[in-house]
């Protein structure tokens, strides 16, 4: 017997189990054109489907089953494991520090490989057996720019402060920790200090 349950949607997609595998279908958007919305949706899950691929060779993610550019889905394995938005408060903060520093580590792997994530937050991270998975590549692309990368930390720092507030700064600092292992961490981190600075210029206005 089939088994299937709607355990996510959003603006974009539509997140469905089905028994063991995972199924992401991009939703159409009645304000677009149907042609240039089919083209779009076309493109983005072609464009997923790469990134998942080039990232499943140097870190954990779900494995990729199936693409399908009729249905603009993609089918790939379920990640039964926790879920770091809602878990990693709870562990003792020699854990946390531990799962950061291989989130830091991951990151590198994937700038190193000139992959943006483009939504790094603890939702989109899945522990299993002492590994951490990244997950939705949905809003990713391929760029070695530092800027790029810079804004891909900035995001995860602003994730951690909002749902990790008690010691995201200690966290953020495990990360940067490991990631200083990525070739162009100095200049990334660099960027990555411009990008708040420019950040707080604009706050005061």
């Known amino acids: 017997m089939t088994k299937q349950k709607i355990i996510q949607q959003g603006a974009e997609a539509i997140i469905i189990l089905k028994n063991d595998k995972i199924i992401k279908k991009r939703l159409r958007k009645s304000y677009r054109i ?29 494995e990729l089953r ?14 039964d494991g926790k879920k770091l938005s809602d878990n990693l408060n709870d562990f003792d903060l020699k854990k946390q520090k531990t799962v950061c520093r291989e989130i830091g580590s991951s990151i590198a792997k994937l700038h190193d490989s000139n992959i ?25 692309f391929q760029s070695h720019k530092l800027e790029d990368k810079a804004v891909d930390l900035h995001l995860l720092k602003q994730a951690l402060e909002a749902k990790h507030f008690k010691t995201w700064e200690v966290l953020f600092k ?6 200083s292992s990525s070739k162009d961490s100095k200049k990334v981190l660099e960027r990555l200090a ?6 707080r210029y604009k706050g005061k206005y």
Not at 174 to 179: A, F, M, V
């Open 34 to 62: 149907k042609e240039l919305d089919d083209k779009i949706r076309k493109l983005r899950t072609r464009s997923e489907s790469k990134l998942l691929i080039k990232a499943s060779k140097i870190i954990p993610v779900p």
């Open 194 to 199: 411009a990008v708040e600075r420019r950040g």
């Open 174 to 179: 495990e990360i940067l920790k490991s990631y």
């Open 116 to 140: 943006i994530h483009g939504d790094l937050t603890t939702s989109n991270m899945i522990l299993k057996k002492d590994r951490v998975y990244f997950i939705d590549f949905g809003l990713g």
């Open 66 to 79: 199936f693409t399908d550019e009729i249905t603009k889905s993609l089918t790939m394995d379920f990640v």
